[in-house]
């Protein structure tokens, strides 16, 4: 197995054309893994924690596919609350320390921590390759179970995330207190400007999923102009539309019932956290 | 020379009492540790086992000819290589070394491979071409036994009854349960690795991670077809064991690869087949039914409980007694029924795991207890107290408890500790944590109490003893002693007393503890609590021989004092078989819990607010040590109640890895308050009483009455998942 370590970014678009089947390394949370229980053996590993341009953020803001999530959690949270919320619930400090937003895209599992934050964002995944570069909407990103929109010869360089205009909020049901991954999780960022919210699903689909006929039916039962407090009737509502968004399977770390019963749940109470904020004029992260 | 170890203390620093460093502290906190794993020899090649993905299969074919053509291998080896007795076993010899013609769980070993890499290893591995007839497995503890037999002499391992009183009286108040504990595994972080090293003669050398040198060794030897001298162990960093290492994994596979190739041979597991290369505790259902009076005095206790053994015998028969003997629990009742069943099945082999047999009934019979209480309108600590023996009371089996049994005390100590604060607004503290699924909603709190009793060293006319050497020299003008055993050093500080009891009897600071290997006798297993009794009292006796020798001297010139000791601890007796009678255990260790717990009632979730522990421990030969074991068996505990589990279906393991088989984390674990009570045992060294299994037993059955508490439901099966509290 080769170990290629490009100093630039189109050194590594380069190498990657080269070789398809070089298998991108940033923090190697998954990766290693993956090569330990000798689940993949890829001709080549891409370590990209070199390039420069990939670990680092600009005002936008425009987050460096290889900032850790250590990074995002201090340096970001202000601005990007929902993404520091799922960051914090990823692993344990050794793991953010080395994982990465990019790598949770690469990996593109449906229980990757990050992803209903950035579809509930509107996030945009910025992928290169020698050919040029893309930008894929995150509701566009995700096409099945670890399986994403990347071409062959792409990278994913960064994701371009508008700081918070709302308030934003993201709930993860693990077995443990700590260091578990999801048995499902909810994201939700309010756009009080557009009258609108973003809402999606983790670990409840073969793919993180937005939560549309729920993000719809908020958009029309709320006044974002003058936020009154929720009746607990939109609370319900909105929870059995998330519910219904999900179609979850029964496996060993839930059953597809529980899912559905717990995402309902944490719909209902991230959206009461997200609108007393509003309502106390906040936009900062509880 | 009748010194005292009171007055002895006082001589030197670190004598027993204390808590000094562990001389292996520094190495592994700094991660310079050598384990088992970091094992290695020039020249050496590597280990690989082809295991079964059925659980219940007869095997038609194994082709090895196009692994054998990979390029780098030196061997690969199926059953017919066994040259010796291709069956081993803790207490029947029932498991092959190699799989001949059947498989009877899912991992189980059929051939092994020899190569210049793991990774080689693993690529010939696959070219090995196995064919199988997939038969249907047993899968049902309550029905194996009239199910298809796995074994000619059928699927019941063995049936403990016990008969106590009479066995029709009735009662004023009656309760009933089923009862259910899943799967547990030891989780040992160390997994399975060892190095073996042939020699010219045709003997082998075995590093090893292990629980008992010599029983390996005479295992090893049989299958090797060795005389036990040319068969020879040397203990290697252990990384945990908690009963999982009492049986052999990979230790004949080295060896049989070792000699067959000439060359040095490791293995080393992973983690996923760290789950199929060890037992784990055993699931269990079990049915209750406790009569008490009107005052809340038990009247009689009847049960019946199926202990799930998997495809092998390994040391169901001694989980069985345990069950059935500590059934009731620490309580006095004069009419007792028991019938406690470990069967053969096709789901994984289960054997020790700290706790043994008592975890199971533990928390079958303390959520009967609560269900008592509840009936009687009493509160749970009352019901306890007014039924907990005493030294004196008489167990089921007709045994005298013959020393401290302060059941009672230990429940008033955890119910007089002060609460924990009121439901935190911290999210860190609330159920989920940073996970943000609460902050405070659902949020209900409960409290829970539970009490254990355990039997320490080994039981029922067991010839249980520990063989320790003491030799003491002159170096650099003053005495030093070095001390010699084969009991095995887990994790547990078992180096750290042994250096304590030297310094404390001879006055003598300076003391190395020499590898543990068989060039010396036997020192028994690292379990059951009780190497600090049994291994403690052998170095005890050891340089109470040495002392007498020394008289008084602080020099001995050229000298050499060296003495080897066998020490036994009083001997127990078989249990009848029909009415399950006899003085079958040494000791009894008794540890309480209280339990409060925050729950979140609407997703299902807990947080452990407090754990706190009142313990005995007859002598507390080093207090540190003695609050890690409480806290770790209190977090062992924790980890059965709400998360862990090795889940399967159909024989087949769901969850091989550190993903899905959830252990606690220090974020799961509350700080805990322990008292730490010292009512010496006359019949046992400096008094001490075992104290690694009692709180495992306790803890588990007080924090599911804490979750019972807060939610009303009933809750008869551990772990409880968040599906149970949420009724999705």
């Given amino acids: 197995m080769d170990f290629l370590r490009p100093e630039t970014l189109a050194e590594a678009l380069e190498l990657k054309a080269s070789m398809p089947d070089a298998v991108p390394i940033a923090g190697g949370t998954d990766v290693m893994v993956e090569l330990n229980y000798d689940h993949r053996r890829p001709s080549a590993l891409l370590d990209l924690t070199r390039i420069p341009e990939l670990q680092q953020w ?191 399977i029964d496996d060993v770390r839930g059953s597809a019932a529980y899912r559905k019963h717990a995402l309902a749940v944490m719909a209902r109470r991230t959206l009461g956290w997200a609108w007393q904020q509003l309502v106390d004029g906040e936009k900062a992260c509880a | 020379m009748t010194l005292t170890p009171a007055e002895l203390t006082s001589a030197v620093s670190g004598g027993i009492g204390t808590s000094p460093q562990r001389p292996d502290g520094n190495l592994k906190v700094r991660g310079e540790f050598a384990y088992a794993s970091d094992l290695w020899h020039e020249d050496m090649i590597w280990g690989a086992t082809l295991r079964s993905p059925h659980p219940y299969a007869r095997i038609t074919s194994v082709d090895i000819t196009e692994a054998l053509k990979v390029p780098g291998v030196y061997a690969v080896l199926t059953h017919s290589d066994v040259p010796g007795r291709n069956l081993y076993g803790l207490e029947h010899k029932d498991q092959p070394v190699l ?67 009479s066995q029709d009286v009735t009662a004023d108040v009656v309760v009933t349960g089923r009862y259910e504990v899943g799967m547990q595994d030891q989780a040992f972080l160390g997994p399975e690795s060892g190095l073996a090293v042939p020699a010219e003669d045709g003997s082998v050398d075995l590093y090893i991670a292990t629980q008992w040198l010599h029983v390996d060794r005479d295992q090893i030897a049989a299958a090797l077809g060795l005389p036990q001298e040319q068969v020879r162990l040397t203990l290697s960093g252990v990384g945990g064991a908690f009963g999982g290492r009492e049986d052999l994994s990979m230790q004949v596979h080295a060896c049989l690869l070792a000699l067959y190739t000439g060359k040095p041979v490791k293995m080393v597991y992973n983690r996923e ?81 700290r706790g043994f047999g008592a975890v199971q009934a533990g928390f079958a019979y303390e959520s009967q207890m609560d269900k008592l209480a509840e009936a009687l309108g009493m509160s749970p600590v009352d019901v306890r107290v007014r039924n907990a023996m005493t030294e004196g009371s008489v167990m089921p089996t007709g045994q005298v408890v013959d020393s401290a049994a302060p059941v009672a005390q230990l429940l008033k100590l955890v119910q007089d500790k002060p609460l924990p604060a009121g439901t935190s607004t911290d999210i860190r503290e609330l159920p989920g944590g940073v996970s943000n699924t609460t902050h405070g909603e659902g949020v209900v709190r409960g409290v829970g109490y539970a009490v254990g009793i355990k039997n320490i060293c080994f039981s029922e006319g067991y010839d249980d003893y520990s063989t320790a050497r003491v030799r003491v020299s002159m170096v650099s003008g003053s005495l030093a002693a070095a001390v010699h055993t084969a009991a095995c050093e887990v994790g547990q500080g078992l180096v750290t007393i042994m250096q304590q009891i030297v310094r404390t009897e001879l006055g003598i600071e300076r003391v190395t503890v020499l590898p543990m290997d068989t060039t010396i006798g036997n020192g028994g297993s690292t379990s059951a609590s009780r190497q600090t009794y049994v291994t403690g009292g052998a170095v005890k006796a050891a340089c109470a021989a040495v002392r007498s020798r020394l008289d008084g001297r602080t020099d001995i010139g050229d000298e050499v004092i060296d003495e080897t000791v066998e020490w036994r601890h009083r001997a127990t007796e078989a ?72 889940q399967t279906s159909g024989g087949k393991v769901r969850n091989p890895s550190f993903t899905d088989y959830l252990i606690p984390t220090v974020l799961d674990m509350p700080p805990m308050s322990i008292d730490v009570l010292e009512l010496a045992d006359p019949h046992a060294p400096y008094g001490i009483r075992g104290v690694g299994e009692p709180p495992t037993i306790s803890s588990t059955p007080a924090i599911v009455a804490a979750i019972r508490a807060a939610t009303g439901l009933a809750l008869t099966r551990v772990p409880v998942r968040p599906e149970h509290l949420t009724g999705t």
């Fill in chain 2, 273 to 353: 087949e760290s789950f199929y290369g060890h037992v784990h505790r055993h699931p269990a259902v079990l049915y209750y039914e406790h009569g008490a009076d009107h005052t809340g005095k038990l009247v009689y206790v009847r049960t019946k409980m199926y202990l799930d053994g998997g495809a092998y015998a390994s040391s169901t028969p001694a989980v069985v007694a345990n069950a059935a003997t500590l059934g009731v629990g620490p309580y006095e009742v004069d009419n007792v029924t028991v019938d406690a069943y470990g069967v053969y099945t096709n789901n994984p082999p289960c054997g020790a795991m």
């Fill in chain 2, 575 to 646: 249990l009848d078989p029909e009415t399950g009678q006899g003085n079958a255990h040494v000791q009894y260790g008794f540890a309480a819990h209280r339990a409060v717990v925050d729950v979140d009632v609407e997703l299902g979730l807990v947080r452990v607010v407090s754990l706190d522990c009142a313990q005995d421990v007859g002598r507390a030969l080093n207090p540190q040590a003695v609050m890690g074991q409480i806290q770790g068996g209190s977090a062992q505990g924790l980890g059965l109640a709400v998360m862990e589990e090795i």
């Fill in chain 2, 99 to 165: 799989a001949v013609d059947v498989v009877r769980y899912q991992g189980e070993p059929i051939a092994l491979v020899g190569a210049d890499h793991p990774e080689t290893a693993l690529r010939a591995m696959k070219k090995i071409v196995v064919t199988y007839d997939v038969l249907d497995p047993v899968v049902d503890m309550e029905t194996a036994v009239d199910d298809t037999p796995l074994h000619p002499g059928g699927n019941l391992v063995r049936h403990v009854p016990i008969r106590r009183g």
């Fill in chain 1, 58 to 248: 600009s005002d936008g803001l425009r987050v460096g596919a290889g900032v850790p999530y250590v990074r995002i959690i201090d340096e970001l949270g202000a601005q990007l609350p929902g993404l520091a919320m799922a960051s914090r619930t990823v692993g344990s400090p050794q793991i953010r320390n080395r994982g990465t937003v990019g790598g949770n895209l690469g990996a593109a599992s449906p229980a990757g921590d990050t992803h209903p934050v950035l579809l509930a964002s509107d996030a945009v995944i910025e992928v290169a390759s020698v050919r040029g570069t893309r930008m894929i909407p995150a509701a566009d990103f995700y096409l099945g179970v670890k399986r994403n929109a990347l071409e062959q010869d792409e990278l994913i360089v960064a994701v371009h995330l508008a700081p918070a205009k709302g308030p934003q909020q993201f709930s993860k049901v693990g077995t443990r207190n700590a260091m578990v991954i999801a048995v499902c999780s909810f994201a939700i960022s309010l756009f009080p400007e557009e009258n609108r919210v973003g809402a999606a699903v983790g670990s409840a689909a073969p793919t993180p999923r937005r939560a549309l006929e729920a993000e719809e039916f908020l958009a029309s039962a709320l006044d974002f102009k003058a936020p009154k407090p929720l009746l607990d009737s939109v609370k319900r509502e909105f929870g059995e539309l998330v519910s219904q968004a999900a179609s979850p």
